[in-house]
């Protein structure tokens, strides 16, 4: 597999254990010496060259926002500097205009956890509805660059509905390994209608990952999972845009959910990057969380201080983050040290609370990234995060991805019969219930008059 080199900025790839720098990735993207993970680092950047000038890089960005060219109007590609280059791109590029998404402020949440400046940045406005389109469209590119027929993913399902739009989209075949029976409708429907050949193996994400990691070493199929390094070059956008956004001023803390940890691995490095490029003066603390059944990282760091990681048997109604053996969970640690921020774990119910909550923000958003403002209110209590502190939440996915977990959770289903069911009690108020009436109009106003009764 040929490895792209940026002209302009040299990107280069190289092993995060040994250093060593590849002539060739592996199909499976780790190295060939030791069976790391890549990355890719830039060379040539923080020279006193103008093409990296702070303040010239920040009004090139923004004034793009008001070209027609297909790449400036990418929240992805409109960072293309920070990017590794992708050779002819009005050929190769495949976008879907993907990034751009929106920071919302959450008022009642902020209440709640008493951090007035709290801020949700919403990647599930993306346009396959969560984050991976910000890897995607780098990584897919790439694919299309080095003329791949087929593209393949394991997934709980956000990374499987991306992968298969951009191969639709770029002319090619896309196999989906997904764990059967424990991904949500949402996400299975779109592979399906963006034409992928879906396979359900009757395993979990981990046992997907590992026939993936056979298949690409035995077949010509490009590896579209998030030890891709372009995938996470791609998801750095996110925290530019975001700081963006924020007049290049850094909140204090950035809190992003934990699964396979490519997502923080890829904030992480953008804030270390801006760091260097001068854009931001000082790092926000960034903390990850994670599901109580699928906390492998957070045992790693807590039991272990992040000397080795201990793999598991995952569960959590989050199916998104349902993984036990994340695949960059070194990468991870380094940004998680190197910026000062703090793992947390959170129970089903306080998942469950913390996507009502958000969601009465008027905010949807899908469980996993829920556990985001479950940890924030963990963090809380434990001091670390500070009321005067300015904090923004990364939410991953949309509401719409696992609508069945919403309606369980408000008609009172989600932890019926379950352990749960006890913790359950304290979510109560935060449960809507659909009320199935009579079509009259008598019925109908006193169902509001006992709604407001009760408000
Ligand atoms: N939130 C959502 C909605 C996700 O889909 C995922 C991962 C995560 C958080 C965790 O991000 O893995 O980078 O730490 N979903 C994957 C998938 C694994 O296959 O769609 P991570």
Known sequence: MSIAQNTETAARLRCIACGAPPDSAGQDFRCTACGDLLEFVFSGWISDSPAFDPAALKSLWLNRRTSR????QSGVWRFRELLPHIPNPEEHVITLREGNTSLYRLPRCARATGVENLHAKHQGMNPTASFKDTGM???ASSAHQQEFRWVACASTGNTSASMAAYAARG?????????????????LSQSLDYGALTCQLRTDFDGCVRILNELVRQKPVYLLNSVNPYRIEGQKTAAIELIEQLAWEPPDHIIVPGGNLGNSSAIGKALLEMRELKLISRLPKLSIIQAKGANPFYRSVREFGGKKLEPMTADTLATAIRIGNPASWKKALRVLQATGGEVEEVSEVEIAAAKAEIGADGIGCEPASAVTLA???KLRRSGFVKSGE????????????????????HRGDLFAGTGDAAEAVQAKSLQHAPV???????????????AERNS
Do not use: C, E, Q, Y
């Open 390 to 409: 300015a904090v923004v939440l990364i939410l991953t996915g949309h509401l719409l991805k696992d609508p069945d977990f919403t309606i369980k959770f």
């Open 375 to 377: 940890g924030l209110k």
């Open 69 to 72: 060219n297909p790449l400036d």
């Open 171 to 187: 002319n090619m075949r896309s196999l989906v390994l997904i764990p059967d029976g424990k991904i949500s409708w949402g996400k």
């Open 137 to 139: 469209t780098v990584a």
């Open 436 to 450: 199935v009436l009579d079509a009259d109009l008598g019925a109908v106003i006193a169902a509001v008059d006992a």
